[in-house]
């Protein structure tokens, strides 16, 4: 218990960059953010099968994919591979198969992040073979030590597990291979004001914490420093599940609270939702069958009508191409007779002595 509450301290003094925490417009300090793509929907990402989409964003580093599912690996100093999607939920579910990455000062992490800096966090350190941390933040607000909580896990360096955030207007869970592992209320959330609820992006990805030239908490809180002598280290991951409990085609922010309420949701379809939602190109016999009887006649005339001008044509070029082989074959002959000739009369003349030499030529 003493080991988890001062991991708890070093995540607290460690915090700016254990939570890895930027926005590229904050809606609290200026109301010309960009609006927020809604999901809209929910979608299971099969990473054994299929590689990201165009949902997904993929920087600081390669992703491979194989019979582990994707493949973020640290191959060299300052790798950091990690997707993040282009959409928003506003409230919702994110579930995450994964093994994490072996390696002291290696951080795989699942996490959950809003423009005004509201996060929902699993994170694993590669040196630590027992526990995974829970974690939030809300508003970029790291002045307490009480938000990371430490929970027993079998292996999750060696074996795949199931991380799975649920996330309402009242609650925040988090649960580890479908058992709930803790429930954060709104209220005890600072009152509220520290409780994530505002829409958040996915974003999953590894990263060196023990880097030396991380800050000294953070490389305590990862576990040490990194040794990339030992490289490669690989964080893999079979699948991952997202839901969106709202429905629109945009998030926007109402005022600079970034409070549940004062979120807009622009009515419509999502855009990410119908691209991931369209059904698969026809076959040729399911286009087919979809035409009317009398569509099906008019093609199969076509058809029988091409046949026949096929037909033809091969004909016309067979016949052509016959009378041009009795032509060849015609002058041939004509040539080969008049060889023949020539060497008859040839052999006539030399046995009638037509060729004799006299003695006096010579």
């Known amino acids: 218990m003493t080991s988890l509450l001062y991991l708890s301290l070093i995540a607290y003094f460690a915090a700016p960059a254990a939570a890895q925490t930027f926005t590229s417009c904050n809606p609290l300090n200026t109301t010309n953010c960009p609006v927020d793509i809604a999901f809209g929907t929910n979608h299971t990402y099969d990473f054994v099968t299929y590689q990201a989409g165009d949902s997904w964003n993929n920087t600081a580093g390669s992703i491979d994919y194989g019979l582990s599912g994707a493949d973020f690996s640290i191959n060299t100093r300052g790798d950091a591979p990690t997707i993040t999607t282009n959409y928003y939920i506003?409230?919702?579910?994110?579930?995450?198969?994964?093994?994490?990455?072996?390696?002291?000062?290696?951080?795989?992490?699942?996490?959950?992040?809003?423009?005004?800096?509201?996060?929902?966090?699993?994170e694993l350190i590669g040196g630590n073979n027992t526990h995974v941390q829970s974690n939030y933040f809300g508003k970029g607000n790291i002045t307490s030590y009480d938000r990371a909580v430490w929970h027993p896990v079998?292996?999750?360096?060696?074996?795949?597990?199931?991380?799975?955030?649920?996330?309402?207007?009242?609650?925040?869970?988090?649960?580890?291979?479908?058992?709930?592992?803790?429930?954060?209320?709104?209220?005890?959330?600072?009152?509220?004001?520290?409780?994530?609820?505002?829409?958040?992006?996915?974003?999953?990805?590894?990263?060196?914490?023990?880097?030396?030239?991380?800050?000294?908490?953070?490389?305590?809180?990862?576990?040490?420093?990194?040794?990339?002598?030992?490289?490669?280290?690989?964080?893999?991951?079979?699948?991952?599940?997202?839901?969106?409990?709202?429905?629109?085609?945009?998030?926007?922010?109402?005022?600079?609270?970034?409070?549940?309420?004062?979120?807009?949701?622009?009515?419509?379809?999502?855009?990410?939702?119908?691209?991931?939602?369209?059904?698969?190109?026809?076959?040729?016999?399911?286009?087919?069958?979809?035409?009317?009887?009398?569509?099906?006649?008019?093609?199969?005339?076509?058809?029988?009508?091409?046949?026949?001008?096929?037909?033809?044509?091969a004909a016309f070029y067979c016949v052509r191409q016959r009378k041009a082989g009795r032509k060849e074959r015609a002058f041939a002959d004509q040539q080969f007779q008049k060889e023949t000739n020539e060497l008859m009369a040839y052999r006539q003349k030399m046995a009638k002595g037509g060729f004799a030499v006299s003695s006096r030529e010579v």
């Not at 072996?102 to 509201?118: A, F």
């Open 154 to 313: 079998n292996k999750p360096q060696e074996e795949f597990h199931n991380y799975t955030v649920r996330w309402s207007k009242e609650t925040i869970e988090w649960f580890l291979d479908g058992a709930s592992l803790r429930v954060l209320k709104y209220e005890e959330a600072n009152g509220g004001r520290n409780f994530p609820q505002s829409p958040m992006f996915v974003r999953i990805g590894i990263w060196a914490g023990g880097d030396e030239n991380n800050d000294e908490y953070t490389v305590e809180w990862a576990g040490g420093e990194t040794d990339y002598k030992k490289i490669p280290y690989t964080m893999s991951v079979k699948s991952v599940r997202v839901t969106d409990f709202s429905r629109g085609s945009e998030y926007s922010y109402g005022d600079r609270t970034g409070s549940w309420d004062s979120i807009k949701i622009k009515p419509g379809n999502s855009t990410v939702a119908e691209e991931l939602n369209a059904p698969p190109p026809m076959t040729a016999s399911q286009r087919w069958n979809k035409l009317s009887p009398g569509a099906k006649t008019g093609v199969g005339s076509a058809i029988g009508v091409s046949c026949v001008i096929l037909a033809a044509l």
């Open 90 to 122: 506003f409230g919702g579910e994110v579930e995450v198969w994964m093994k994490a990455a072996t390696g002291q000062g290696v951080v795989s992490s699942i996490v959950l992040q809003s423009d005004d800096l509201d996060e929902v966090d699993w």
